[in-house]
């Protein structure tokens, strides 16, 4: 049975107790079928699109960016509501991956042209973005990993295997980190955009899980995986994956842009850049700051 109110949050603006109410309210709209769809370890793509039609999978990101604009508190207290308000724990947990881990990274150290190719659709949740990392030989310890990333010409050809990868099976752009040198702990890792039906990236069976079973998991294989560097919206990034801003934050930019393909000759043809890739970047409020 579903808790009959919100609990009070004393020190909410009034816009901001309005609309944590709101997402209350949404959140009861949803589809209260959690306890089958638990039982098959079921994804809801329904929830997900409803939740991203009603502004939920944007919301930190600029509204000039396909985003709600929304400001960390009301972020926030915008998923909090929707965990209040739904017992599908599994896509809410889906939901904070795909945000946290996609959206924000994008925003946050893509190039002005990752920004508008990518960002929409993630919004829009026709995009939805997992970020693969975790490796079996290297979980806690992630900087131990082993995937590589080898220098060709035209490109890069990444290999390794990834494991415990939320959203996997329902994804369609991978972040794929891999080590592209021999640099010790993070440095020498870099971060790729992958599409997921990129020929050398293959998917798993879904994990079997304890809990948060509607959120679905799953390995991660890379076999000789092609990413071109004519496909790169971007600058040329030269930094390790962890870098230090100004604050002396850690963090990581992209190094390339999607549309990875088969290892070919560097004679072959490559794709070119997306050309609806002209916005500007947007400033960002949130506490990570854009290296420079």
Known sequence: MRTASPPVIEWLTTEQAEFYDSVCRFARTLPDDVRERERAEQFSRDSWDRCAAFGILGMPVPEELGGGGQDVVSTMLGLEALGYGYRDNGLVFSINAHMW?????????????????WLPGLCAGS????????????GSDAFAMRSTATRVEGGYVINGRKTFITNAPVANLFIVFAREGEGVGPFGISAFLVEGASPGLSVGKPLEKLGLRTSPMAEVFLDDLFVSDAVSAGRAVRSSTRRCDGSGRASWPARSDSCAEPWKPASATRGSADSSANRSPSSNPWPIRSPT
Do not use: L
């Open 127 to 138: 995009t939805i973005g997992c970020h693969t990392i975790t490796e079996p030989e290297a």
């Open 101 to 117: 881990t996609s959206e924000i990274p994008i925003w946050t150290f893509g190039s002005t042209e990752q920004k508008a190719r």
